[in-house]
């Protein structure tokens, strides 16, 4: 695609005009992401759109002080049939607050388990649909299918409206008429004034009135039957009060909420459906995985029946649903606009009211997911990954109060179908299908079709033999423990308590209740405000609370006001208790802010926590985390108030002649625990000097690290180092805390976690802070309200609440600036103030067939101004790595690289490296296996070497070694000088790359191997539109199909990439 660019504040203007926009519209802008991101404007006949791509800049936009939802253009056009609907509202429009409020209810868990059964029959109506299809041999058409289903099962659960889609030959009509105004509203953005759309338009009006009118009858048939329920979202929206006032909904608005929610409650689940069955059958260890955890749940049963609580147990199934959409989300872009003059990502200046268009599919693709974000890995939303990833990162169904509101209802109808079509089904690709995106304004799978055979009990028994034991067992296993108790001891309280406006803290508290009542406990359940200041001391107190924008919920006020101000000292003395905080990552800002609360001033009143506070988040995995909590919950109560004859226990007396004294004996020295935790080995420096010139200003260092005895290591491995923080870093850290550094502290933790430090002895706290904790990292958000709660000083005080999550200070910065704070928290708060220190990672730059005793690091020194704008930044790995001289000692250990990123010993196959800086490291292991090769006669295929550097004399790494190697006719070495391209045929390597683009060619076509390794900001971005640029010109290929032909190369593994985030 032609496209003129221009530079307009800083931001890239890219006017597409020329060319016009594409039938898919969404790829076309992901297209220019990849060359002009994270921030461009596009420009299409004189209108303009601002785009953003980054997590740095979506975590500003989704500040809901500074920004709020914009309907963008877009939703401008679906305006025309929605009007104030709750998606399409503008913010200020009285139908928006008043719908929401009166809807919310809606999508509480008690409402969703009443939808369970509609779902369920709408399931099996598939199911006998595709069991149709396995008889005659005919494929299914997957997302026409998925269409069928969402869209029964929100006419059934949503408005007791019966479609009966799958009794039809053909799709309802109301899916065609939405369909083509959907196509409407997305044409509509690029049209040429110059053209006549009439007839477009008059078509558009009959369809929108078409569905105006299904619509009125769905109305007209609740009103009709005298049904005056309001336990579904039809009864909320025609007979419900608002909570405030006692209005209900206007007649024009309940259609627009109706035609609303039948669209976006079907459309865009039907494409997450369909995306993850593309997915799961082209990952079968994904879906061996997956019918794994089917078959634990429903054994060998033909047609199970799913109970509500069976669909919280598909975690897998559901990670492979998020993971489907986080590669392409449904609903791919969602705009935001600035409630007043800003700046964005502190450069890009932006006035109220201008919108700012997130585009999702990119911001799933930042650095944040890995090395590889176009590779379908469910395992990103493995709990604990999750947790330690920043919700901003994730955003398929919007951000904010204006988020998605039906996503659980969504995520349980898709889990729910997906599992049961895992468990029944083999899936058959015999039509080879390659994926194709069908745009809409949403995005589905395009003609994508399977054949179906039936599972048997035997591939069951197979799939379980050929698959260890999965986690869950484990766990299961464990938790039913030996010899434990099962039942309470008779008359043993349990006082659940809830803070909850709509509904669902309520429920999750008598469903505790009622758990605690099967297991032997007198429990109840009750509001928290009716034991404000009356917790008891005879039996455990269980909290289950939310916020609601960052406040108490209604029947939570008293008791937060009584627990954060006026409870006196010791007020919950010989209070044991447990909280469950219930919140949505979307509101970062407020996130578990009143659980966080009420967890933290019960033990600062005397109270005893029973086990750490847990979060369930309703935009994540509610039902997991529920399930997670609850296991810990009675595990733990029963190990303390259990009946030991429930287990037929025995309880043995004390033998007075046993020793007085547990002696466990420590061996090794202070950081054998800290190695052992990270499986890490004590590695001698041999040689350490400076790569680069000395007047350069970024430095690059050489390390040669002596390997122990039985630590091997294959050609571009990687060293995994775990570094020791600056000594006068350590006394800053030691000031500001009001610590001694000689002090020497005992650490037993409550609790053994990843994160647990691997403390076996007494230590002092210099040794804790240089060798165990993070010093320059940003606070997480629990250790900021842990700064905050602790500051003596409101207003200061105040200042931590209202830090955001991308603010660049780190912890002792913020400490610095809270004066209130230096010199009063104490050593006892450094574990829970200072995250554990991480290892770092670096490739290995050497080759075991030159020297296999030893490995060779090349280290990039980072110090630079630092983000904050105070001082400078100095990395904590390349620092410590860059201090080192020969004789000192490391712990480190080897990680293997992912085996596509290993130069084939293949000697017949062209190969082409690319890197920049520190990124030659594997590229000169691999020259030097070849050197090796060479030098016992065996011909080699060409290789070529593009490398990135400044200038000639300034950081042309192992410059000498290099030439030699190419006087041998080992690699032909092509070096990119960013200062002085005219030596170095273009300033980086992807323009050298596009100007000896005939010879590149020549050896692709002889099946030459692309290796790259460097900047994956904008190195190999770069390198990739070369590349696509080079096929485009030597095979007339417009812009999709060069995209294919790079893609292609990729899945073959002949395009490999080892790349990091820059800076």
């Known amino acids: 695609m032609t496209a003129t660019s221009l530079i307009t504040s800083a931001v890239p203007l890219v006017d597409i005009t020329a060319v016009g926009a594409s039938d898919t519209p969404l790829q076309q802008v992901m297209r220019l992401a990849r060359r002009h991101g994270p ?71 008690g409402s969703m388990r009443a939808y369970h059964p509609a779902m369920l029959r709408v399931a099996r109506r598939l199911i006998e649909s595709w069991d149709g299809h396995l008889s005659s041999g005919t494929p299914v ?17 949503g408005f007791g409206y019966d479609f009966e889609s799958f009794a039809r030959p053909e799709p309802h009509p109301f899916v065609g008429a939405m369909v083509r105004c959907l196509d409407w509203a997305m044409n509509k953005l690029g049209r040429d004034p110059d053209v006549d759309f009439t007839a477009e338009d008059a078509a558009f009006r009959g369809d929108a009135a078409f569905l105006a009118g299904v619509v009125d009858d769905v109305i007209a048939a609740r009103t009709a039957s005298g049904d005056t329920r309001t336990d579904d979202l039809l009864g909320l929206m025609l007979g419900a009060p608002h909570p405030s006032d006692g209005t209900t909904l206007d007649a024009a608005n309940i259609r627009n909420q109706v035609i609303t929610f039948l669209i976006a409650g079907h459309e865009t689940t039907s494409g997450a459906l369909s995306f993850a069955l593309y997915h799961l059958l082209k990952d079968p260890v994904s879906l061996r995985l997956a019918q794994r955890e ?52 502190g450069r890009y200046p932006l006035r109220a009211g201008e919108g700012v268009a997130v585009l999702t599919p990119m911001l799933h693709r930042d650095p944040v997911w890995g090395d590889n974000p176009e590779l379908f890995d469910p395992t990103r939303f493995d709990p604990a990954v999750e947790a330690a990833r920043s919700p901003h990162a994730y955003k398929p169904f919007g951000t904010g109060e204006r988020a998605c509101i039906g996503r659980q209802f969504a995520l349980h109808e898709a889990t729910m179908l997906l599992g049961m079509l895992i468990h029944r089904y083999r899936f058959v690709d015999s039509a080879g299908y390659r994926l194709r995106i069908k745009e809409t304004l949403t995005l589905k799978p395009d003609a994508f079709t399977l054949t179906l055979a039936r599972r048997t009990p035997a591939d069951r028994a197979v799939n379980r033999a050929a698959l260890p034991t999965s986690a869950r067992t484990e766990t299961i296993r464990a938790e039913k423990g030996e010899g434990g108790p099962t039942r309470a001891r008779t008359g043993t309280g349990l006082l659940v308590l809830h803070g909850s406006n709509y509904g669902t803290c309520r429920e999750l508290a008598r469903d505790l209740a009622d758990e605690a009542t099967r297991l032997g406990f007198d429990a109840s359940a009750a509001p928290l405000d ?50 469950l905080g219930v919140g949505d990552r979307n509101w970062a800002a407020t996130y578990q802010r009143v659980p966080t609360l009420l967890d933290e001033r019960l033990a600062a009143l005397g109270g005893t926590r029973l086990l750490p506070r847990a979060e369930a988040d309703a935009s994540g995995d509610l039902t997991g985390s529920v399930t997670d909590f609850t296991r810990a919950l009675f595990r733990t109560l029963l190990e303390r108030h259990g009946d030991p004859e429930s287990a037929g226990a025995v309880t043995e007396p004390q033998d007075s002649h046993s020793p007085a004294y547990e002696v466990t004996e420590i061996s090794g020295g202070p950081l054998t625990a800290l190695a052992e935790r990270h499986g890490m080995v004590s590695m001698t420096v041999t040689e350490a000097y400076e790569l680069t010139d000395p007047a350069h200003p970024r430095t690059k260092r050489f390390l040669r690290l002596a390997l122990p005895e039985g630590v091997t290591y294959r050609t571009a491995d990687h060293l995994a180092v775990l570094p020791a923080n600056d000594p006068s870093l350590v006394a800053r850290a030691a000031e500001l805390f009001g610590a001694d550094l000689d002090t020497v502290l005992s650490l037993r933790p409550r ?8 403390v076996d002895r007494p230590l002092t706290v210099r040794e804790l802070l240089t060798h165990h904790l993070e010093l320059a990292q940003r606070p997480t958000p629990r250790q900021l309200a842990a700064l905050a709660e602790r500051n003596p000083c409101p207003p200061e005080r105040t200042s931590l609440k209202q830090v955001t999550a991308d603010d660049p200070r780190s912890t002792l910065e913020l400490i610095e600036d809270h004066p209130a704070l230096r010199g009063v928290l104490g050593a006892a708060a450094l574990p829970e103030l200072l995250s554990p220190l991480r290892p770092r990672t670096y490739s290995i730059s050497s080759s075991p067939a030159v020297d296999a005793r030893h490995a060779d690091l090349m280290v990039s020194v980072l110090e630079a101004p630092a983000r904050s704008g105070r001082g400078v930044f100095k990395g904590t790995g390349s620092g410590y790595l860059a201090a080192l ?25 062209p190969v082409v490296m690319i890197a920049a800086g520190t990124g030659l490291a594997p590229f000169r292991g691999t020259i030097a296996d070849r050197a090796a090769l060479a030098a016992k006669g065996i011909e080699l295929a060409p290789a070529l070497l593009y490398f990135g550097c400044d200038a000639p004399e300034a950081d042309f790494l192992h410059s000498a070694e290099l030439r030699a190697a190419e006087d041998a006719g080992v690699v032909s070495v092509r070096p990119a000088f960013s200062e002085r391209p005219e030596a170095g045929g273009g300033p980086y390597v992807q323009h050298r790359l596009a100007a000896e683009g005939d010879e590149v060619w020549s050896l692709l076509e002889a099946g030459a191997r692309v290796y790259v390794c460097g900047d994956g900001a904008r190195m190999a971005p770069g390198v990739r539109a070369a590349l696509r640029d080079l096929c485009a010109r030597r095979t007339g290929a417009d812009a999709r199909a060069a995209d294919a032909w790079l893609r292609e190369l990729t899945d073959a593994g002949r395009y490999v990439e080892d790349v990091y985030a820059a800076g």
Request: charge should be negative; hydrophobic fraction near 40%; aromatic fraction near 8%.
């Open 885 to 909: 001289r020969p004789g000192d000692t490391v712990l480190a250990r080897v990680q293997p690289c992912r085996e596509a990123f290993r130069i084939p010993t293949d000697t017949r196959t």
């Open 294 to 345: 089917t078959d634990e749940l429903w054994g060998d049963a033909e047609d199970p029946e799913p109970t509500f609580e069976d669909v919280g147990r598909l975690r897998w199934t559901r990670q492979v649903l998020l993971e489907a959409l986080r590669l392409w989300p449904t609903a791919a872009a969602f705009t935001r606009e600035a409630r007043e003059d800003t700046l964005l990502g």
């Open 141 to 157: 058409d997957v997302p026409e299918d998925m269409t069928r289903m969402t869209l029964d099962t929100i006419g059934l659960a």
């Open 751 to 758: 609790r053994t976690t990843r994160d647990t430090l691997p």
């Open 530 to 579: 009716e034991r404000a200041g009356a917790l008891p001391t005879d039996s455990p107190v269980v909290l289950v609370a939310a916020s609601y924008n960052g406040r108490p919920t209604d029947d939570a006020a008293r008791f937060a006001e009584w627990a954060e101000r006026t409870a006196d000292p010791g007020a919950a003395d010989g209070v044991h208790y447990a909280v």
């Open 39 to 109: 921030i461009f404007t596009r420009r299409l006949h004189g209108s303009d759109r601002l785009f953003v791509t980054s997590l740095e800049l979506v975590s500003e936009l989704a500040d809901e002080q500074r920004f709020t939802k914009s309907v963008g253009p877009a939703l401008e056009n679906v305006r025309e049939f929605t009007a104030d609907g709750l998606f399409t509202a503008y913010n200020d429009e009285a139908n928006w607050a008043k719908a929401h409020d009166i809807l919310m209810p809606a999508f509480a868990l």
